[in-house]
């Protein structure tokens, strides 16, 4: 789409240079033909410099763009690249761009400059972005053309698309490494049936029918008679994450909010849990949109988890944040995703869905229960995460300021908790290994 | 639940335009007042001359056959910044000037760090005698040219030579044609240390051009044979000297019949006196010669002092600086408006600009619609917090604090207390408690009666003595409360608060 000479506006410096060119004009009649001849120079060098600004208008309007992202998870910094190709044969001089982006998503290099575009030529404009889970829209690039002496320059013209650079919560490597040392220091992950599996549970003597590669040749030339070596039955759990979170989730300093906790706790036990060999899937219902990945074990469930978590948009100005479903609602889709097992559901959402759906809760819980199924609720307590960044006096007053608040929201969850709902509140210096303790428990 | 505030970009004028145009013209002045840059071109055979009578080329080829090789500017600060060498070798070629004490005394010392200093001197002034005397020579430049034009019996024609046969012990030999060759004196001629390198065998003076040579007529008067190159070898240090600077420069070296021959009898010398590569340092001088300014060369022949682009960059950095025309166009400026502004033409200055005006008016509704030309702005990254405000407040030191803020401080801490140690704050019991977890009975006592004395206070109406500042009251017992809470296994003040008693 070709710009029309009407997107081109003229600068203050035109003003001045076209006043400038009609005194040097106006005065030729007692200064000589110097001054007229000046004075219509001048004139001629603004229009050539207006077409020089229109095909250059144009050519940015014909390039091309290529847009592209590295880095994936939260701790990583996100490069995006922008590849603008001119495909005419005008060079663009001074092509002014400024990057669009998130503003929950914070750059770490200058967003907006000024470059050359040779003609038939491309230019590569990367920009550097401190990685946060979730879905992050970067982009368009918007691009002014101005002519070699800015006396006219275009409107801002969107070049290319919006990316949208999807950032995977990290999951804590020494919270991972410190679950699964108490798990198995605790002895918690032991089933102490005998069964399938690959741990030693003890032996017995040899019977008609047993495989013969399970003879303990050990224990035959101890005792003189066959037998066979026993394993414990391996346990495995089946783990359903349900995160179901309000505006408020997404509030607090920047890698610390609600909603980024609860993506790391998820990441962290759905790791843990792959490891285990669990039968894992992930039910996320955030800002009007609803995500869920299939039943699946070991690490490709942990994989597309992973990807899950990095679609949730992180974008707390979404005007209308209600969800498109209730939570009773989503708890009664997943409850027929559920296999007949006994499943565990992790449910975690914000402390005012809690204490809105309540009664409803209990009912859908009571019945899930009934089913053999176990439900906890992880509930982040949104002001402990507000704290965070002040300084410390900083701290204390805004505690004292908001403890009614605080106060009512720890009440509700104790009353949720009256009702029969287990609920684990968290703040943002809580760890996943409470909720690892509690999941080896039932897996025992 | 507030919404967070819009950022919004805000542009802060730190240097109005006035001011900055006044800096600018004070600026200009100043820089107007300093003068020119002192730069020059240098002229003669320096090495630092890249035109035809320079002797840049020189300096490329040494620079091709030794690592280390230094162009002197000033032989004191040459001193100081060589330390310890193992060969030095001084290259001087046709100084136009004589050596001052202090150079003299620069070279002597730098002679006495090296363990072997090396002298190659093409010199027809005598200019470098003093050099050859400090350093322990007995080998001198007489100065005065062999080849006077007066002595040549040809005329009409300017470009006179005089022959001369090299002899080098390495097997080198060739016939050479001298422009400005001088005598060189010998002290004692029979001396083992001396050897004689190169003389005039014949004093024909001859006309070289395109590779033909012709004779045209023979000196008078003088001795048939004199040396034009020596070789004096003494304890850990050698001279070569060469009575002809002029063969060393660039018009010759760069001389596509008779350059080659040239530069073999250069590099013939040089390796005559380093006579091994090892570790050579080489200061090639370049004091003893004139700089002029690049704008009076312009007036002579420029290709003799410096190669085009070299110029053109020395005129180039002139012309911009200020003192070039910063005073014309003020005097320009001047001029014309004591010509506007004389009786007579006022009114005609008058008229022209409302004619001009009239003109731009005319123009301007023809151009497009113009704006105001801005950098785009750019997206402001931000934090959403639900209670932005209160945030805010803090970070700005804006918040004030009450008696009710005592009242909820009291609250938090009865809270806590009760959840961790089971005894409510107005208890006595709580100084038992709190001396058991490690509390100063005497601080515990304080800490609980004030706190409740201070909350009765708060409660009531009127107290008596009234607290009449609350703000300063509450952030002493906070500091109080913390000190505390810490000793029961939370805080106030830090990122693991209360609120984790709480949701437990």
Not at chain 2, 98 to 125: H, R, Y
Request: aromatic share 8%.
């Amino acid at each position: 789409m070709a710009t029309s000479s009407a997107n081109i506006k003229g600068t203050e410096r035109l003003t001045t240079i076209i006043l400038f060119s009609s005194m040097l004009i106006a005065f030729w009649v007692f200064l000589g033909y110097e001054t007229l001849a000046a004075g219509l120079a001048l004139l001629t060098l603004s229009i050539t410099m207006r077409f020089y600004a229109v095909a250059a208008a144009n050519a940015v309007q014909k390039a091309r763009v290529l847009a592209s992202y590295e880095g994936s998870f939260s701790d990583e910094p996100v490069r995006v690249s922008f590849t603008i190709v001119n495909v005419s044969r005008v060079p663009i001089a001074f092509l002014e761009f400024l990057l669009h982006h998130s503003p929950y998503l914070r750059a770490s290099t200058q967003t907006s400059g000024t470059t050359y575009l040779p003609p038939r030529g491309s230019v590569k404009i990367s920009f550097v972005f401190d990685g946060r889970a979730g879905k992050h829209l970067v982009g368009p690039l918007k691009v002014v053309v101005r002519d070699p002496l800015g006396l006219y320059k275009s409107a801002e013209l969107p070049v290319g698309s919006p990316v949208e650079v999807r950032v995977m919560p990290k999951p804590s490597e020494a919270l991972l490494r410190r679950a699964l040392i108490t798990s198995k220091v605790a002895a918690l992950s032991r089933t102490r049936r005998v069964g399938v599996g690959v741990e030693f549970y003890g032996v017995r003597e040899y019977m008609p029918g047993d495989e013969l590669r399970r003879i303990s040749w050990r224990h035959y030339s101890l005792w003189g008679k066959p037998f066979v070596k026993l394993t414990e039955e391996e346990s495995s759990l089946n783990l359903v994450f349900l995160i179901y979170l309000s505006r408020e989730a997404f509030s607090g300093v920047y890698k610390h909010t609600p909603f980024e906790h609860v993506a790391s706790v998820v990441a962290s036990i759905a790791r843990y849990s792959a490891r285990r060999n669990d039968l894992m899937c992930l039910h996320a219902s955030v800002g009007g949109t609803h995500i869920h990945t299939r039943l699946m074990r070991g690490r490709r469930a942990y994989q597309e988890i992973m990807n899950s978590l990095a679609e949730i948009p992180f974008n707390p100005d979404i005007q209308d944040f209600t969800q498109f479903k209730t939570l009773n609602e989503v708890l009664s889709e997943v409850y027929r995703y559920l296999p007949r097992d006994r499943s565990i559901i992790l449910l975690l959402t914000t402390s005012s869905t809690l204490i809105k759906e309540a009664q409803r809760l209990q009912k859908l819980m009571t019945f899930l229960s009934s089913k053999g199924h176990v439900t906890y609720v992880i509930c982040p307590l949104t002001q402990a995460y507000e704290v965070k960044g002040l300084p410390e006096w900083g701290k204390a007053l805004y505690r004292l300021k908001t403890f009614e608040t605080v106060r009512n929201e720890v009440m509700s969850i104790r009353k949720v908790r009256e009702l029969g709902i287990p609920v684990i509140a968290m703040g943002p210096e809580n760890i996943v290994q409470e909720v690892v303790s509690r999941l080896e428990t039932l897996r025992s | 639940m507030s919404e967070p505030k819009k950022a919004r970009k805000e542009v802060l004028v730190l240097v109005p335009t006035t001011t900055f145009l006044a800096l600018l013209v004070a600026s200009l002045i100043a820089v107007v007042e300093l003068g020119p840059p002192s730069i020059g071109v240098p002229v003669g055979a320096s090495p630092l001359n890249t035109g035809k009578l320079g002797t840049s080329k020189l300096l490329y080829i040494l620079k091709e056959r030794f690592g280390d090789v230094q162009v002197v500017r000033d032989w004191l600060a040459a001193n100081k910044s060589v330390g310890a060498c193992g060969k030095l070798l001084i290259v001087i070629v046709s100084p136009e000037k004589p050596f001052t004490e202090k150079d003299l005394d620069s070279i002597k010392s730098l002679s006495k760090k090296c363990s072997t200093t090396l002298l190659f001197i093409a010199d027809e002034t005598g200019h470098s005698n003093t050099v050859l005397e400090s350093l322990g020579f007995g080998v001198r430049v007489d100065g005065r040219l062999l080849l006077e034009l007066s002595q040549a019996q040809a005329s009409g024609n300017t470009s006179f030579f005089l022959k001369a046969l090299f002899n080098y012990p390495g097997g080198y030999s060739d016939e050479l044609y001298l422009d400005k060759a001088s005598f060189i004196e010998l002290t004692d001629e029979s001396s083992n240390n001396i050897l004689i390198l190169g003389v005039t065998s014949s004093r024909e003076v001859v006309l070289v051009g395109n590779g033909t040579v012709k004779i045209v007529g023979e000196l008078s008067g003088g001795s048939e044979v004199t040396p034009v190159a020596v070789l004096e070898t003494g304890e850990r240090r050698k001279a070569l000297v060469i009575s002809d600077g002029s063969i060393l420069t660039n018009q010759v070296l760069e001389d596509e019949t008779w350059g080659r021959r040239y530069e073999r009898l250069l590099k013939e010398s040089i390796d005559l006196l380093v006579n091994e590569s090892g570790n050579v340092l080489v200061l090639v001088d370049s004091t003893k010669y004139e700089y002029v300014d690049p704008a009076r060369l312009l007036n002579s022949n420029p290709q003799l002092y410096a190669d085009p682009l070299t110029l053109a960059s020395y005129i180039v950095v002139r012309l911009i600086h200020p003192s070039t025309w910063f005073p014309p166009t003020i005097d320009l400026i001047n001029g014309l408006s004591s010509r506007l502004f004389s009786a007579g033409t006022l009114i005609l200055v008058v008229a022209a600009t409302l004619l001009g005006l009239i003109i731009a008016m005319m123009v301007l509704p023809r151009t497009p619609e113009r704006v105001r030309d801005r950098a785009m702005e750019s997206v402001i990254s931000k934090d959403y917090f639900t209670l932005a405000d209160l945030r805010e407040k803090i970070l700005a030191g804006r918040v004030s604090l009450g008696k009710e803020d005592f009242i909820t401080l009291y609250e938090i801490v009865n809270e806590v207390f009760k959840d961790v140690v089971g005894v409510p704050l107005s208890d006595e019991r709580l100084i038992n408690v709190l001396t058991s977890r490690g509390l100063d009975p005497v601080k515990a006592r304080r800490f609980w009666k004030r706190m409740n004395g201070t909350y009765s206070k708060a409660r009531k109406r009127f107290g008596f003595p009234p607290i009449i500042m609350w703000g300063r009251l509450v952030k002493k017992r906070i500091a109080e409360c913390e000190e505390v809470l810490n000793a029961v296994g939370t805080s106030l003040l830090k990122d693991l608060g209360f609120e984790y008693v709480l949701m437990r």
